[in-house]
């Protein structure tokens, strides 16, 4: 056996597992955001004040279904609850 063929088997032997890792990563990426929509579906269903009290309205859910399907939600919807949070802390500072 030559060094080429001793280097070519190794690439093949370390390749395997890098791919199965790829695998895994994308079944598990698409299942969390496959779980994440479903919890996304349940704050629909959810009254306005309900909303309210969470820091998001019923506007905020629309905004953020807009998502393409690989992007999560519920990642846009901490991000908007956020910023009205620093919005209002803001506001809040001007007027004190």
Known sequence: M????F??????ITSRPAVATRVAN???????AWKNRR??????EMS??????IGLT?????VAIDVPFGR???AMLREIASDRVETIEDIAR???
Do not use: Q
């Open 58 to 62: 019923r506007a905020d859910l629309h």
């Open 94 to 96: 001007k007027v004190a």
């Open 72 to 74: 999560d939600p519920t």
């Open 26 to 32: 994308t079944v598990s990426n698409a299942y969390r």
């Open 39 to 44: 919890a996304f579906y349940r704050l629909g």
């Open 7 to 12: 280097a070519t088997e190794t690439s093949r």
């Open 48 to 53: 306005d004040s309900e909303l309210a009290d």
């Open 2 to 5: 030559t060094t080429f063929d």
